[in-house]
């Protein structure tokens, strides 16, 4: 494999010799007679790149899509002429139980759960797009009914398998930068809405099921121009998870993975609140979490910010002149400084020790196909739900600290409570009768 210095890889950056993101393990495999039959909830958005990208495994035969969306089951239905087409995620479920091993659910994230859950039930193996579920406590139990079942799980978090993501783990836990003493992670996005909802009901599309759209949530009238569907429902409290329930699971990922961290002790927004309706932008949250072998102290803390907040000069200034990264994080050591981009190559500082530093990049695994190959029992998967189960929680715990501006919250995660009381009602939500799903 390449080594790379720092110096060597920023003067080439710019020539960008183009590679293929993503290693295909099975192109070489032997034929195989057993065959992997799947079915996709979600038709178009990153449930097309789902769905396609376990389609191009050669062991997988797609049997059925779901989409509450007609118009978005378009695309598919040419791809894939042979499948069959569902608009209720139930029917498909009832009437393909028998002929279907395995799902991806990349949906709305107000559905991961009540859909992951439901084919969890009746042995199906789920491959779940993050953040794993909407609120804390459908991840605990979906994490727990996963390992109970033996279902094969994996999050969508994709990345993970890269060899950017895995080459900055393995930098932190070789003690390159020494113990790690704090982290500051970004990402610019505003998935939030200051604005009220706005007063008016929109003819609902042909093409769109509102009532299946809706799900467990509550009834409400349909806003068209995208305020919720196809686009903004991040932005909707009781829809989405926000900036950070969307990009939390991806920049935390490698941090969790390199640090071995767990659950955090505490956490303390100090950014805006949401208001009823929607998330807030802007954020800045501070975790606590007990050390590990990788890290300096007793306690680590790690910084979040999105939108137009931005780690604090001292931190920046570590990156001698360079331009801090569009999204990623910063690993404060005892012995240096690594930024780790969303998706690209780790840096080292200071540039007078790690300047000539050489270091192999990790190859890349397929991390829909690393899934499908652990499904026909060839391996394992390595953003399982527990891994990611964890890692989705400390995510949500940011957004209900969120709601309680410059107020730390402490966690216990065994009892799943908060010392607040009133923050306790925020780990779970009731879902609207009739759409109740056993074991959520």
Same mark, same amino acid.
């Given at each position: 494999?390449? $080594? ?19 290693? @295909? ?40 899509? /779901? ?10 239905? +040419? ?22 091993? $395995?799902? @991806? ?64 783990? =393995? ?10 003493? +704090?982290?500051?992670?970004? /990402? ?10 706005? !007063? ?30 196809? !686009? @903004? ?44 309706? @929607?998330?807030?932008?802007? $954020? ?38 360079? =331009?801090?990264?569009?999204?990623? $994080? ?21 540039? =007078? ?21 652990? /499904? ?61 799903? =056993?074991?959520?």
């Amino acid at each position: 494999m390449k $080594s790379f210095s720092r110096r060597h890889f920023l003067r080439t950056l710019a020539a960008g010799a183009a590679t293929a993101p993503f290693v @295909n393990l099975n192109a070489f495999a032997k034929p195989t007679q057993k065959v992997l039959r799947h079915a996709s909830f979600g038709a178009a958005g990153m449930a097309w790149s789902d769905l396609t990208q376990i389609a191009e495994h050669p062991d997988v035969r797609i049997v059925a899509i /779901c989409d509450v969306d007609l118009k978005r089951q378009k695309q598919a239905r +040419e791809k894939f002429p042979d499948a069959k087409f569902y608009q209720d995620w139930r029917e498909l479920l009832r009437k393909e139980a028998d002929h279907i091993d $395995s799902v @991806n659910v990349s949906v709305p994230d107000h559905m991961h759960a009540p859909i992951g859950m439901s084919a969890m039930r009746l042995g199906k193996h789920v491959y779940g797009q993050k953040p794993l579920a909407h609120d804390l406590r459908e991840v605990r139990r979906m994490t727990e009914f996963a390992k109970k079942q033996r279902c094969v799980t994996q999050m969508g978090i994709q990345i993970h398998s890269d060899r950017a993501y895995r080459t900055g783990v =393995k930098l932190i836990q070789s003690g390159v930068i020494g113990k790690v003493k +704090e982290v500051h992670s970004w /990402c610019p996005k505003s998935w939030g809405d200051p604005e009220a909802l706005p !007063d008016r009901v929109d003819p609902v599309p042909e093409n769109l099921d509102w009532n299946l759209w809706l799900g467990v949530c509550a009834e409400r009238p349909y806003i068209g121009e995208s305020y919720y569907h196809p !686009d @903004n429902w991040r932005k909707r409290l009781d829809f989405g998870t926000g900036t950070f329930g969307d990009m939390g699971c991806h920049i935390f990922d490698p941090v969790f993975k390199a640090l071995e961290l767990t659950t955090p002790i505490s956490v303390l927004s100090e950014g805006p609140a949401p208001n009823a309706w @929607n998330w807030a932008i802007d $954020s800045k949250i501070h975790y606590t979490f007990k050390g590990t072998k990788h890290t300096a102290g007793d306690t680590l803390t790690i910084h979040w910010y999105d939108g137009n907040s931005h780690p604090p000069k001292e931190i920046l200034d570590l990156l001698e002149g360079d =331009k801090l990264p569009g999204t990623g $994080s910063i690993f404060v050591g005892t012995a240096g400084a690594m930024a780790l981009p969303h998706w690209s190559r780790p840096q080292l500082y200071p540039d =007078k020790k790690f300047g000539n530093y050489e270091f192999k990049m990790e190859t890349t695994v397929n991390h829909w196909h690393s899934f499908v190959d652990a /499904c026909l029992r060839r391996g394992k998967t390595s953003a399982h739900f527990g891994y990611a189960g964890p890692l989705t929680e400390a995510v949500l715990l940011g957004g209900v600290a969120t709601r309680f501006p410059q107020t730390k919250l402490l966690w216990d995660a065994r009892r799943m409570t908060f010392d607040i009381a009133v923050a306790n009602d925020l780990t779970a939500r009731k879902y609207r009768k009739g759409w109740e799903v =056993k074991g959520l």
